[in-house]
């Protein structure tokens, strides 16, 4: 089974998907995680994208569907994945067509204020990768996982939020409709828990229907 998860940034995507990731054996493929790493490793191609990243623009697509296809085509994608940030715009849905089936798209709703707010208190490890919230219960500043101090990014810095976000609604949200004969709406204002349960329940059913 190949999932999208659609939602604004901020909207609780990349947990979910974690989720999905750990109780259906999906693997979890972030495009942003990609270019990050990739810039980590000071690659060509994170360093081209890098600029665009920290405005909170798209990347072009010739760069962004290089770095998609050479993760989708390793083999533990033939057991199935969840796409977190790809496709993200109408053009990058039909190159998505050539590469690979799409069974259902996971739409996480988030009204734009509350988006703004979690991204503003969001904090990131630089180790691990794993995020945290200044406003959640327990918040130290240091990694829950590995400890390490966590920083912000600079696309969660106020500028660039805005910019990502207007991106999301022009570019990102026509997918809807693209995406409306397999679509699973679920809203992100509870906990991340309530968020997964009707979409748990709603991928386990169909495993039964199998
Ligand atoms: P994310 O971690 O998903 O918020 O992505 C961080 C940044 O990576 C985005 O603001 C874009 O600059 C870039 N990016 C990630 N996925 C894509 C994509 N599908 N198309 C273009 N740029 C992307």
Redesign the pocket.
């Given at each position: 089974m190949n999932l999208i998860l659609l939602g604004a940034?901020g909207s609780g995507?990349?947990t979910l998907a974690k989720n999905i990731s750990r109780d259906f054996g999906l693997v979890q493929i972030?495009?942003?995680?990609?270019?990050?790493e990739s810039i980590a490793k000071k690659e060509k191609l994170g360093l081209k994208?890098q600029a665009?990243?920290n405005?909170?623009?798209?990347?072009?697509?010739e760069?962004?569907l290089k770095i998609?296809n050479e993760r989708i085509s390793k083999p533990d994608c033939k057991k199935g994945f969840i796409l977190?940030?790809?496709?993200?715009?109408i053009e990058?849905a039909e190159a998505l067509k050539e590469v690979a089936n799409i069974d259902y798209v996971i739409n996480v709703e988030l009204p734009y204020e509350e988006c703004v707010a979690r991204l503003t208190t969001r904090r990131t490890c630089p180790n691990c990768g794993d995020i945290d919230n200044m406003t959640y219960k327990g918040y130290t500043g240091n990694c829950r996982k590995c400890g390490t101090p966590l920083f912000q990014?600079d696309?969660d810095k106020p500028e660039?939020i805005k910019t990502?976000l207007e991106?999301y609604e022009k570019t990102t949200t026509p997918l809807i409709n693209f995406y409306s004969d397999r679509l699973f709406k679920v809203s992100s204002l509870g906990t991340p828990e309530d968020t997964y349960r009707p979409v748990k329940d709603f991928l386990s059913n169909l495993g039964r229907k199998k």
């Open positions: 940034q995507k990349g972030s495009t942003g995680d990609l270019f990050r994208a665009y990243m405005r909170g623009e798209l990347v072009p697509i760069l962004t998609l977190d940030g790809f496709p993200r715009s990058q990014r696309d660039a990502r991106v």
